[in-house]
């Protein structure tokens, strides 16, 4: 049985930093791709960040660029997210997924997180 467990949410005035882990356990995490989405009240789950399939390369949403970065411990079957320089609007639940190929779309991963909530103050 496939298990993603999420920790590291919480909350934070803006300017400050989280880093977000994701413990999977039921596969392995070489062979699926790993993302972050986030999903503020109201709204669509967005893709925040990912690996390519083969984890040489990254991928993150614009409004992330340059502030979050996406990680790995292969040997932990776990990866991260870092956040920097948090803005309010950055303020969701947080999720890890896994997909079987290279993919932005929600809706094309498989394995999820239960979710964290990440709360910015201004």
């Known amino acids: 049985q496939v298990q993603l467990v999420e920790s590291g949410g919480g909350s934070v005035q803006a300017g400050g930093s989280l880093r977000l882990s994701c413990a999977a356990s039921?596969?392995?995490?070489?062979?699926?791709?790993l993302g972050w989405f986030r999903q503020a009240p109201g709204l669509d789950r967005d893709f925040v960040a990912r690996?390519?399939?083969?984890?040489?390369?990254?991928y993150y949403a614009d409004s992330v660029k340059g502030r979050f970065t996406i990680s790995r411990d292969n040997a932990k079957n776990t990866w991260y997210l870092r956040m920097n320089s948090l803005k309010p609007e950055d303020t969701a639940v947080y999720y890890c997924?896994?997909?079987?190929?290279?993919?932005?779309?929600?809706?094309?991963?498989?394995?999820w997180g239960q979710g964290t909530q990440v709360t910015v103050s201004a």
């Open positions: 997924a896994a997909a079987r190929y290279g993919t932005n779309l929600p809706n094309e991963y498989g394995y």
């Open positions: 039921g596969l392995s995490v070489r062979e699926y791709v």
């Open positions: 690996f390519s399939k083969s984890g040489a390369s990254t």
